[in-house]
């Protein structure tokens, strides 16, 4: 069908009622899903239908409605296939942070977190933070006041009490880099047996 055939109305009813089935049937076959097949193919008429007057005056209108459909279709299945390689990254990365918890769980000595040399460490890093940072650090970690109740109790803000304990956390990490896995379960193992 070329353009002049399909400007009236009643061409397109009759190219439309002709090449529906078929062109859902085109769609279908590549993404598998009957209403997003159909909600394509509709719309593709509806474009080609909308833009008529604009189309070149050899257009072949079978193969413009056809070449719509098709770019629907593969713009429908890369969108698709990155929503799975999404979800597939997210299930890797949650398979490497078990497997991280269970490697450190293992290689937890509970004689070593008890150990003189640590607790030394732990109390040398306590050392060096700025007191309003100890302070909102010790009432979080070991006396499990909520961040409200710690911004009450010391004119801060919420937003206040969240980065002093980021600031003590990364002095933290800085000082106690060979030992943070112990570190985080003697506070873990602390924090369950103050309550």
């Avoid at 078990?98 to 070593?112: F, G, H, Q, T, V």
């Avoid at 060979?178 to 570190?183: G, K, L, P, T, V």
Wanted: aromatic share 12%.
């Amino acid at each position: 069908m070329n353009k002049d055939n399909f400007l009236n109305s009643n061409s397109f009813n009759d190219f439309y009622k002709n090449n529906y089935t078929k062109f859902v049937h085109f769609a279908y076959s590549y993404i598998k899903d009957m209403p997003v097949s159909e909600d394509f193919v509709t719309e593709s008429f509806i474009s080609c239908w909308i833009n008529k007057e604009t189309l070149g005056e050899n257009v072949n209108i079978r193969a413009y409605v056809l070449t719509s459909i098709k770019n629907k279709c593969l713009n429908h299945l890369r969108d698709t296939q990155l929503q799975e390689n999404i979800l597939k990254k997210m299930s890797e990365y949650s398979i490497w942070d078990r497997e991280m918890r269970i490697n450190s769980l293992e290689a937890c000595d509970p004689e070593e977190i008890y150990s003189g040399e640590l607790q030394a460490l732990l109390d040398k890093a306590l050392a060096v933070m700025p007191e309003k940072t100890l302070a909102v650090f010790m009432a979080s970690r070991y006396q499990d006041k909520t961040y409200k109740e710690i911004a009450e109790e010391m004119g801060l803000s919420a937003k206040g009490v969240g980065f002093h304990i980021t600031k003590a956390l990364k002095i933290l990490r800085t000082h106690l880099k060979d030992y943070i896995a112990s570190i985080l379960f003697a506070l873990f193992v602390c924090f369950f047996i103050n309550n």
